[in-house]
């Protein structure tokens, strides 16, 4: 098509857009816009449960190097109740750690008691010694914070871990 017959066609050409291809642009429109949203929101909700687990992991993951740390330096120890462990050493200062409303708690030398952890299930978590002798057992179960179709990602059992005190002396 040359130049004047191109003149022709938009001079011939001036109804601009018809009422059906407007209805048909909108339907498409309306069809997708609400898929599209399902997929964002999805995503979204996804990212959100990734960041509850790993929170998770995080409070577990605190748990047991703060009193991992503790028991390997202390050289008495003594637990209490499923829930309480206290550490004695060799400079004459005691440190105490319990399961207590939801957190792992802190007794320093001082007396002051300190929140170290918080998010933990308590009524499931405990610290107890071994049966057979030599171990102090930390079972660690965070809340279940991902609900709904989410529910995969959690902590569905607990974290249990073992420290060795076979050579550490236990306090009267």
């Not at 499931?124 to 609900?147: A, C, E, F, M, Y």
Request: no cysteine.
């Amino acid at each position: 098509m040359n130049y004047i017959g191109m003149k022709k066609f938009i001079k011939s050409n001036k109804k601009g857009i018809t009422l059906v291809e407007m209805v048909i642009t909108l339907g498409i429109i309306a069809a997708i816009t609400p898929v599209l949203f399902a997929i964002f929101t999805y995503g979204v909700d996804v990212f959100y449960s990734y960041g509850r687990f790993v929170k998770q992991q995080d409070d577990v993951a605190m748990v047991l190097s703060h009193i991992r740390d503790d028991v390997k330096n202390a050289y008495l120890y003594k637990v209490e109740d499923d829930n309480k462990l206290t550490l004695k050493y060799t400079d004459g200062t005691q440190r105490v750690w319990y399961l207590d409303d939801d957190k792992l708690k802190y007794i320093n030398e001082s007396g002051v008691q300190s929140d170290v952890v918080q998010g933990i299930d308590t009524g499931v978590s405990s610290i107890r010694h071994s049966d057979s002798g030599g171990v102090i057992v930390l079972s660690i179960q965070p809340h279940k914070t991902n609900t709904g179709r989410f529910t995969a990602r959690n902590f569905n059992k607990s974290i249990i871990t073992e420290f060795s005190v076979k050579y550490k002396g236990t306090i009267p």
